[in-house]
């Protein structure tokens, strides 16, 4: 079994994977955050930055797309390439409203004609491998069949499905029953992504669904930064290592953004699932979020690590 990491907005950034993969060694692939290129077809520095490839050394990543024109996705493609990417993933699965309202993410798949005629491009033209992410559909899972014929037509390198609705977002359970209706009919390899917090989970999906080769981890990675090397028969995070881990992190981060809030939001986003990892860290976890300046943050960090029994697993679930 391959583990990917799922690319995790304000989380998942260069500094996170490269430091990451330093201390937790195992995942196979780490998905970059979406870019989502604007019509002018320019990059920004702070887009640049999480994908240059020097950035990267040493970490195996895959840059995704989030886009609705076909123009603007092969473009994309191409600046990729020109990058030195040999891949790239296109993002169907955003559920976010402001993103779905604009025909992305997810809401593309709620224009079936308008998603065929954007792949039928880009796979006619594109100068790069590309693979999907992609929910069940808008509304109900039975939109999804015939999504994946769409799909189906066009040589997808691997199709990673979060088996919502985009009208779910991550609440409620998952629709097993319907990705394994898709498993059996999609004619590329078929990845499995969503709800996976511990290595029980992980097991009990690999017991069901034994044909599918990778999974990728998001909220759960996130969570519990040694899942994957516990999956691979490593050890469960231990208080040293986890504090050494965020200590490197937000140095890195002081280093990359040169400001301590920059630094500090970036912190804050991981702590929210990282939290997770603690017996009752719900208020300290809530005082760390809202902290301000350096020495309260670091004082609060040391505190939850100091003071809270540490899980074997994190807890669930995501609210």
């Not at 320019?42 to 024109?69: C, F, K, W, Y």
Request: aromatic fraction near 10%; include cysteine.
């Amino acid at each position: 079994m391959y583990y990917d990491c799922a690319p995790l907005q304000g989380v998942t950034t260069y500094v996170f994977r490269n430091t990451h993969r330093e201390f937790f060694p195992g995942v196979s692939r780490y998905f970059i955050p979406f870019f989502s290129p604007p019509k002018e077809h320019l990059i920004t520095p702070r887009e640049m930055r999480d994908l240059l490839p020097a950035h990267n050394a040493g970490t195996p990543v895959v840059p995704q797309l989030m886009v609705r024109s076909p123009e603007d996705c092969l473009w994309a493609i191409g600046a990729m390439a020109e990058l030195g990417y040999g891949e790239v993933n296109l993002n169907l699965g955003c559920p976010s409203g402001t993103v779905v309202a604009k025909g992305k993410g997810s809401g593309l798949l709620a224009r079936p004609d308008e998603l065929d005629r954007f792949l039928d491009t880009v796979y006619a033209r594109s100068v790069l491998p590309v693979s999907i992410k992609t929910r069940l559909g808008i509304q109900d899972p039975a939109e999804f069949r015939p999504i994946l014929e769409i799909y189906n037509r066009y040589p997808l390198t691997e199709l990673i499905i979060h088996p919502r609705v985009q009208k779910e977002f991550y609440k409620g359970s998952v629709h097993l029953d319907a990705f394994a209706a898709a498993l059996e009919r999609c004619r590329c390899p078929v990845r499995y992504n969503g709800d996976l917090l511990t290595v029980a989970d992980c097991q009990a999906l690999e017991a069901r669904f034994p044909q599918v080769e990778r999974i990728m981890l998001g909220r759960g990675l996130a969570a519990d930064p040694a899942l994957v090397q516990k999956l691979l028969g490593g050890a469960a995070v231990d208080r040293v290592t986890l504090e050494r881990f965020l200590d490197t992190l937000f140095a890195r981060y002081l280093d990359c953004y040169g400001n301590v809030e920059n630094a500090l939001q970036r912190m804050k986003e991981l702590w929210y699932y990282l939290i997770r990892l603690f017996d009752g860290g719900e208020r300290l976890g809530m005082k760390l979020r809202r902290a301000r300046g350096q020495a309260a943050y670091q004082d609060l960090t040391r505190r939850v690590l100091q003071e809270l029994p540490l899980r074997q697993e994190a807890a669930g679930p995501f609210e």
